[in-house]
């Protein structure tokens, strides 16, 4: 019998996807964690391990969209993948600068260009992300569904 996942913040997990997606020193030199999506993502993390809670101050507002970085698309797609099935489908109780939501949306701009919508339903997202994004929606659809 299968293991069921457990909804919720996995940070070690997050943090393996966002090491796994970090380019490191051998293209940035040193982490400019405000600058960079990834970075900015491991902040959000190190002070979520440090003081456990659902939201991060300014955590949306903070993203830096402006980190033009080429990143692997197969890390970020399975980094989505991941963050999905940590997120509790919280529907109308979804909030914007809830951690889960802020790493999903620096790995958006990271794969995809922008921060795309989130109506607190992995599906519904997944759905609306294949009539944009058809390709990249498919690799994370399939990767999600193998977790």
Same mark, same amino acid.
């Given at each position: 019998?299968?293991? +069921? $996942?457990?909804?919720?913040f996995?940070? *070690? %997990?997050?943090?393996?996807d966002l /090491?796994?997606?970090? @380019?490191?020193? /051998?293209?940035? !030199?040193?982490? $400019?964690?405000? $600058?960079?999506?990834? =970075? ?11 003081? #456990? ?10 993203? #830096? +969209? +402006? &980190? ?20 509790? *489908?919280?529907?109308? *109780?979804?909030? /914007? ?15 995809? !260009? &922008?921060i795309q919508?989130? /109506? =607190?339903?992995?599906?519904?997202y ?5 009539? &944009?994004? #058809?390709? @990249? ?5 399939a990767?999600?569904?193998? %977790?």
């Open positions: 019998m299968s293991e +069921t $996942h457990k909804k919720g996995d940070a *070690d %997990l997050v943090t393996a /090491e796994n997606c970090c @380019r490191g020193v /051998e293209v940035c !030199g040193q982490c $400019h964690e405000t $600058h960079c999506l990834i =970075g900015y993502a491991k902040r959000c993390v190190e002070n979520y391990k440090q003081a #456990p809670k659902k939201n991060v101050p300014g955590g949306v507002r903070n993203i #830096p +969209t +402006t &980190d033009f970085k080429v990143f692997e698309n197969v890390e970020l797609e399975t980094a989505i993948a991941h963050i999905l099935k940590e997120c509790k *489908d919280c529907k109308e *109780d979804h909030t /914007e600068n809830c951690i889960i939501n802020v790493i999903r949306n620096c790995y958006e701009v990271g794969l995809l !260009g &922008d919508p989130y /109506e =607190g339903s992995s599906l519904q997944l759905m609306a992300l294949k009539a &944009d994004f #058809p390709e @990249r929606a498919d690799h994370i659809a990767i999600y569904s193998t %977790l």
